[in-house]
């Protein structure tokens, strides 16, 4: 097998030719540096994607991690404590940027399959107290990275937020995944994004665009955000030809992602038909499938490297298990070939 198929992330995609054409028919007239806010494009498409999501402003950022890294920052004050799932990308992912940047420690939580209850969260907030830290935010994840691409029930989403609101906590969302769940459930982003102070989006993973996120709340929050996006080195110039790219992910790639959801489907079925894998096709929910290769008797490693010999590329993610992630950059004749490969390891 000569060219590799690589299930790794949603991350490895390349720019569509579409979005190539995006970029060389750019209108300059409305390119500017964004750092003095005079890049029209990407104000027009900042205003778009915050009407999308029922916010009031937006601000794009190069990548997931500072998205949510901003919103962590204008959510709390330096001491303060972070709820969160043990799972979850902020905590795991983010090279302790939390303690870093804003000087904030995180209280995780074990949830099912990454799902924190409303009664979790409530037991985990610190009293008030000179010798605690004070708990001023939690973070939802929504798709649930690490849990296998899970969705967050509204629900559950509706009772944590009445909680927040009563106990005074801001709540953000880790959504870089959110529009696998749009999809997944039939709701629109506004209807996850109204329960939310923030809001991160990514636009370089399922949607496909080489770069790109953006952080959505008030126009008070969106403000602070800009300033240290700009401390931090995150501040940009002419990206209208970035923010092309991004916009046609956002408009041609949203409503394909369904056939994402399919392929990680039919690879979860082909595990679940191997009994030296464990995994429930039933829970697969979205393009992520994660597998208990416990049952092999060998490690998570040793079977990535199974795979990449016979030109599949998958990822470890913890002990004993090993994650694949579809996209669009994976054709339907390629997911049936790892299938094959799957039912004979």
């Keep these: 097998m000569n060219k590799h198929i690589d299930l790794r992330s949603d991350t490895v995609t390349k720019p569509s030719a579409d979005m190539l054409d995006a970029v060389r028919h750019t209108d ?22 915050a009407e999308l999501f029922g916010k009031e402003a937006g601000l794009f950022v190069p990548s997931g991690t500072m998205a949510n890294q901003l919103a962590i920052k204008v959510n709390t004050s330096e001491g303060d404590e972070v709820i969160c799932e043990t799972g979850a990308h902020i905590a795991n992912y983010e090279t302790s940027a939390p303690a870093m940047l804003s000087r904030v420690q995180l209280k995780t939580i074990d949830g099912e399959n990454g799902i924190l209850k409303a009664e979790q969260i409530s037991d985990a907030i610190r009293p008030s107290a000179d010798w ?69 989006v990514c636009f370089s993973k399922g949607l496909g665009a080489p770069i790109g996120s953006m952080i959505l709340g008030t126009k008070a929050d969106i403000q602070r955000a800009r300033r240290y996006r700009k401390m931090w080195g995150g501040g940009m110039r002419q990206i209208g030809v970035v ?36 995994v429930n096709s039933a829970h697969v929910q979205t393009n992520i499938v994660a597998v208990d290769v416990a049952p092999s008797r060998q490690s998570e490693n040793e079977i990535v490297e199974q795979f990449k010999q016979q030109g599949v590329l998958i990822s470890s993610i913890k002990k004993n298990f090993i994650r694949l992630v579809t996209h669009l950059g994976v054709s339907n004749q390629e997911i049936q070939t790892v299938c094959k490969l799957i039912q004979n390891i």
């Excluded at 300059?28 to 994607?49: I, Q, R």
């Excluded at 956002?250 to 979860?268: C, P, S």
């Design 132 to 200: 605690y830290p004070r708990t001023s935010l939690v973070a939802l994840e929504n798709t649930h990275n690490r849990a296998g691409g899970t969705v967050y029930p509204i629900a559950e989403i509706e009772r944590i937020a009445e909680l927040c609101k009563s106990k005074k906590l801001r709540l953000h969302l880790d959504g870089a995944r959110l529009w696998n769940a749009c999809v997944a459930t039939g709701l629109k982003p506004k209807d996850y994004a109204q329960h939310f102070d923030t809001v991160s």
């Design 28 to 49: 300059l007239s409305k390119v500017g540096d964004d750092v003095f806010g005079e890049d029209e494009l990407t104000n027009e498409f900042e205003h778009e994607v």
């Design 243 to 278: 923010v092309a790219m991004a916009k046609v992910a956002l408009e041609k790639n949203y409503d394909r992602l369904a056939i994402d959801h399919q392929h990680a489907k039919a690879l979860a079925q082909a595990f679940e038909a191997n009994p030296k894998f464990q």
